[in-house]
């Protein structure tokens, strides 16, 4: 039995939960008999580069300047479904692509909480949950698989269950961006610990987090088992270092909002755009 233990930082998690999955085989029923429906998140778009060749355009985002949607209206699929060797953009038709939808089904999404009680959630930031939320009831009704990519510096403290309750955009009279609320998502949930003994037999195990000098948002993980598994996970980590920093999305997707743009109008309580109803101070102006 040997130890090791390395660490990585934001972007290099959502690679390897991405690369794990990937050759883990838990697609192979999919892609050989099935399909699977990938929806638009940096982890995500990992996974869907590494399965189909394609990424995914991102919507909403957090960056520094708080809560954001894209500044563009992009071409590249956020909602790719890909069957039969051929990935095919479904944002347009969405609703009637998750009608014919069922247990064959795969769906891949992100979340942006996750709790220490098994739920995790996605930030909703248009009206009606956009292409979430007519995703949701079909999730819930048709017999659809669904993985739940994300890191565990998504892990918040508190039952999920209550804190959607409580956080809304249309409640919210000031945000730094859109004013979002929370929306729940069923499913399993892989972490980099599941993902990591998907793809090796050995026990994982997060142990700290932290970082900072360029490492901040970093996860500390020690893995247990024979020496040959061990050591295909650490070659797997060693390629991953050598990748860049940035995950690999639609590249047009990048820039954020700013006012003023398409969105604005429905975004709430956004301050850059002046439709907070309190602090009208933002930047250092009454």
């Known amino acids: 039995m040997e130890t090791a233990q390395f660490t990585l930082w934001g972007s290099q998690c959502q690679q390897m939960i991405a690369h794990c999955i990937a050759t883990s085989g838990i697609l192979t029923p999919y892609l050989e008999h099935g399909q699977i429906l ?3 998140s940096s982890t995500v778009s ?18 520094k300047n708080g809560m954001k949607g894209a500044l563009h209206k992009c071409k590249g699929a ?23 939808l069922g247990p064959e089904t795969l769906f891949i999404t992100g979340a942006n ?24 009831p079909y999730l819930y ?32 009279g000031f945000s730094y961006g859109m004013a979002c609320s929370l929306a729940p998502i069923p499913g399993e949930i892989i972490t980099e610990i599941e993902a990591i003994q998907f793809f090796a037999k050995v026990q994982a195990q997060i142990f700290a987090k932290g970082g900072f000098f360029g490492a901040q948002d970093s996860t500390a993980i020690q ?30 997707s990048l820039d954020e909002c ?20 309190i602090f009208h101070k933002i930047g250092g102006k009454e």
């Open 78 to 100: 956020h909602f790719m479904l890909y069957r039969q060797g051929k990935a095919q953009k479904v944002d347009d038709c969405l609703e009637q692509t998750m009608k014919g």
């Open 113 to 136: 909480a996750l709790d220490a009680f098994g739920h995790a959630a996605l930030l909703i930031g248009s009206p009606s949950g956009g292409g979430y939320g007519i995703c949701m």
């Open 46 to 63: 990992c996974l869907s580069k590494l399965v189909t060749g394609d990424t995914l355009r991102i919507c909403g985002r957090w960056t």
């Open 258 to 277: 700013n006012f003023p743009c398409s969105e604005c109008g429905s975004h709430h309580s956004c301050g850059y755009s002046g439709r907070q109803n």
């Open 223 to 252: 893995i247990q088992g024979e020496r040959d598994q061990v050591e295909r996970v650490l070659t797997l980590v060693e390629y991953i270092k050598t990748l860049p920093e940035e995950p690999p999305v639609d590249h047009d």
């Open 141 to 172: 009704t048709e017999g659809i698989q669904t993985l739940i990519l994300s890191s565990v510096l998504k892990l918040i403290p508190g039952d999920l269950t209550q804190i959607m309750g409580h956080v809304s955009m249309r409640r919210c």
């Open 38 to 40: 990938f929806k638009g």
